[in-house]
């Protein structure tokens, strides 16, 4: 039951997010999170899930998961070529692995908000559809515009 209760906070942080379609291409964000619970609760011993980290997660992440994680939590179509920014809180406690495995750089830009900076990514895209990747994985809602 422990490793259930370990586990429902990334289900918790992510679900809300994961019913509002997907693209029919591929497996779905909820599909996706339901197999990586059920990949750890099988795989990994009880003690060994109580004490994983964000890294440990991510490591543990097969492929196709990560490429889900990191692409199907927001997506929009665009139909000109286009340069994505992805602004993030500085004090954070963990910038998403999908900004790596998707070529974002970080750039030396800074946004100010009410005394706060903030840090800024970007990529560009060719038209077509973009999908950004969720927020966390470790249950913290660090959120990202």
């Known amino acids: 039951m422990r490793r259930l209760l370990f586990l429902l906070p990334l289900y918790l942080l992510i679900q809300p997010f994961a019913g509002y379609g997907h ?3 591929r497996p779905s964000l909820q599909d996706t999170l339901g197999k990586i619970i059920v990949r750890l609760r099988d795989e990994v011993p009880e003690e060994r899930i109580l004490t994983m980290k964000t890294a440990d997660v991510e490591a543990f992440l097969a492929k196709e998961e990560r490429e889900i994680l990191g692409t199907a939590h ?6 000109v070529p286009v340069t994505i ?20 750089e970080k750039t030396d830009l800074k946004v100010k908000s009410d005394g706060d900076e903030f840090f800024v990514w ?9 999908g950004l990747g969720v927020n966390s994985i470790s249950g913290n809602i660090d959120p990202y515009f």
Do not use: Q
């Open 23 to 25: 693209l029919k291409d």
């Open 122 to 130: 970007k990529k560009d895209f060719e038209a077509g559809t973009i």
């Open 74 to 79: 927001l997506y929009f179509d665009v139909n």
């Open 85 to 104: 920014f992805v602004i993030l809180r500085p004090d954070g406690e963990e910038i998403p692995f999908w900004l790596g495995d998707r070529g974002f």
